[in-house]
């Protein structure tokens, strides 16, 4: 897949060496080197307990190891906008995207700014051009210039992943 940085870039202000060189590096990192850009959910037992230890124990993880679908339906379960378990809203709604946007909600305030159906918006996160513009809309949404600005590497990654996940990367 081939992504057009210089269609999307100016227009989300990601134009100075460092604010680019920011957004290049997290997309690199939550996109595995630009090779994805749909979640991957193929947790085995212990990477769930892991990862998602809130929803996944040594009981349960068996039953879910292995089943991306059923993973991402319990884990996002009842949050970001997401219905329950049994109504797909987690793997409908899985992270897509060069950084992930991840829940019904995310995804609908994408569809509003674009002025797409849900549906449509689903769609074009599976294309180079909506897996791009995705990631420099969360990037300004989330006004990551300002920390790519200030060099604050650890701020904007905690923006991303809630944590310092991928920093080393």
């Known amino acids: 897949m081939t992504f057009d940085f210089d269609k999307f870039l ?6 100075t060496p460092r604010r680019r060189a920011a957004f290049l590096a997290q997309c690199h990192h939550e996109s595995q080197g630009f090779t ?4 991957n959910l193929s947790y085995g037992t212990q ?25 991402a339906n319990r884990a996002y379960a009842n949050r970001m906008g997401n219905g329950p378990e049994k109504s797909g809203d987690g793997w409908l709604f899985r992270g897509r995207g060069l950084i992930q946007i991840t829940g019904r909600a995310m995804y609908e305030a994408f569809a509003t700014f674009k002025g797409m ?13 909506g897996a791009l513009e995705s990631a420099c809309w969360y990037w ?25 996940n991928g920093l080393d990367d």
């Open 140 to 164: 300004s949404k989330y006004g990551l210039n300002t920390y790519a600005d200030a060099e604050n590497i650890k701020g904007m990654t905690r923006v991303i992943n809630g944590g310092l």
């Open 117 to 129: 159906s849900l549906g449509d918006v689903i769609t074009y996160l599976g294309t180079a051009d």
């Open 47 to 71: 990477a769930l307990i892991r990862c998602w230890p809130n929803h996944f124990n040594t009981k349960n993880a068996g039953c879910y190891a292995h089943q991306p679908a059923k993973i």
């Open 36 to 39: 994805r850009i749909a979640e």
């Open 10 to 15: 100016p227009q989300y202000q990601i134009t």
